[in-house]
């Protein structure tokens, strides 16, 4: 099962409005990340916030996470047409297997998809 | 993107047929590793390895395997190709374990069509 689940699935604004995208986890986590996906290429990291961490801001994007909630939200500011693309969180899940290497892999949820209208 | 390359890009085959999928690097990390994604499902991790002949099975690893004889290469095959791994297929990368705060480098895809 999805570790991570965005919300909304898709929201569509206008340039230069403010877009939230949300993400709900199940897991306690060591780090969540938020990548951005153009449509046809691949992945893309863009922040990282780690558990003991409450927000984070990364030029026009800011990331906030609440662990108590099991949920993070990444803003963008001042949206502009080239930020249309899917945005996925991403969290560190483990998974105390015996024999399993236990290096920490990403789990990544359904993705937002953004549509920045100029 | 630079550093990974996945081929082939695209390619379609025949139902139970095997198929061979290439993850590339150049960078040197140990960590690599194959989703797909599909609509609906987002990424699902498929395999993942954690060094040279190190490798272990994700959440959807039936009917697939991998081998890594090398550090850059990282290979998945599809046994016997259905039409329920349609999909696009990506590998990423990452230098040191997710779990210290490191992200993924991923490639461009490789769009499968199995007929």
């Known amino acids: 099962s999805q570790q991570g689940e965005e919300d909304p699935q898709a929201l569509s604004i206008q340039e230069g409005e403010n877009a939230t995208m949300n993400c709900s986890y199940k897991t306690s986590i060591n780090n969540l990340q938020w990548y951005r996906q153009n449509s046809g290429r691949g992945l893309v990291h863009l922040i990282l916030i780690r558990s003991n961490e409450r927000e984070k801001h990364s030029g026009r994007l800011r990331v906030t996470l609440d662990t108590s909630k099991k949920s993070s939200s990444l803003l963008i500011t001042a949206s502009r047409a080239a930020d249309t693309a899917s945005y996925f969180c991403?969290?560190?899940?483990?998974?105390?297997?015996?024999?399993?290497?236990?290096?920490?892999?990403?789990?990544f949820g359904q993705g937002t998809t953004l549509q920045v209208k100029p | 993107d630079a550093g990974i390359t996945q081929s082939p890009r695209h390619k379609v085959t025949e139902t139970g047929t095997p198929v061979t999928l290439r993850c590339h690097q150049t960078?040197?990390?140990?960590?690599m590793y194959w989703y797909r994604q599909d609509p609906g499902h987002g990424l699902r991790l498929i395999h993942y390895s954690y060094g040279v002949k190190d490798t272990d099975k994700g959440e959807v690893s039936d009917g697939y395997s991998v081998s890594r004889s090398k550090t850059e290469d990282f290979l998945l095959t599809l046994e016997s190709a259905t039409s329920s791994q349609t999909s696009v297929y990506f590998c990423?990368?990452?230098?040191?374990?997710?779990?210290?705060?490191?992200?993924?480098?991923f490639g461009s895809g490789t769009r499968l069509t199995v007929v």
């Open positions: 990423a990368i990452s230098e040191r374990s997710v779990w210290t705060g490191y992200g993924y480098t």
């Open positions: 991403a969290t560190d899940a483990r998974h105390f297997t015996l024999g399993s290497s236990n290096t920490g892999k990403l789990i």
């Open positions: 960078e040197n990390h140990r960590y």
